[in-house]
């Protein structure tokens, strides 16, 4: 059974830093682009960043670039989301997701990822 299990989440003043992880179990995400997105309460789920299976490449929504930074460790089985500089526009819950192979469309459409963890809150506050 695939699981993935998000951690890392809290209650941050703006400007502040988190750094949320993403344990993968019953796959080994060595071979999997894995990426992160974003749901803010009312609005719908969007795109944050993502890694290719080799970490070769890595994508970020435009919002937030130059403040957060994904990574993996394939030995460890996990992937990081490395949030600074928050704003309250950051709060939502995140959510780790993976997908196999290849992509001709990119990796930032939700609907490409198989595999989605529960989520965790991130809250910033002003």
């Known amino acids: 059974q695939v699981q993935l299990v998000e951690s890392g989440g809290g209650l941050v003043q703006a400007g502040g830093s988190l750094r949320l992880s993403c344990a993968a179990s019953?796959?080994?995400?060595?071979?999997?682009?894995m990426a992160w997105f974003r749901q803010a309460p009312g609005k719908d789920r969007e795109f944050v960043a993502a890694?290719?299976?080799?970490?070769?490449?890595?994508y970020y929504a435009d919002s937030v670039k130059g403040r957060f930074t994904i990574s993996r460790d394939n030995a460890k089985n996990t992937v990081y989301l490395q949030m600074n500089s928050l704003k309250p526009e950051d709060t939502a819950v995140y959510y780790c997701?993976?997908?196999?192979?290849?992509?001709?469309?990119?990796?930032?459409?939700?609907?490409?990822?198989?595999?989605w963890g529960q989520g965790t809150q991130v809250t910033v506050s002003s």
């Open positions: 890694i290719t299976w080799n970490g070769g490449s890595t």
């Open positions: 997701a993976a997908h196999f192979g290849s992509s001709d469309y990119g990796y930032t459409s939700g609907p490409l990822y198989r595999y």
């Open positions: 019953g796959l080994t995400i060595r071979g999997y682009n």
